[in-house]
């Protein structure tokens, strides 16, 4: 997973959760829904977080 963050937001937590008794209970589909509500939760940080570009100046 990489470094992650260092503190989940409560709707992290409580996909990971769902993620960890789909697990346990041997639930596909439960653990498909909360591995697609990780990754969405994951793309808006990762999208929030993003450095802007540096632009280069223009070539002499």
Do not use: Y
């Amino acid at each position: 997973m990489g470094k992650g963050r260092k503190v989940l937001s409560n709707d992290h937590a409580r996909a990971l959760i769902k993620q960890a008794l789909g697990i346990v209970f041997g639930d596909a589909q439960v653990e498909a829904e909360a591995a697609a509500e990780i990754a969405a939760i994951e793309a808006v940080h990762a999208q929030a977080t993003r450095k802007p570009r540096r632009t280069l100046p223009p070539p002499a």
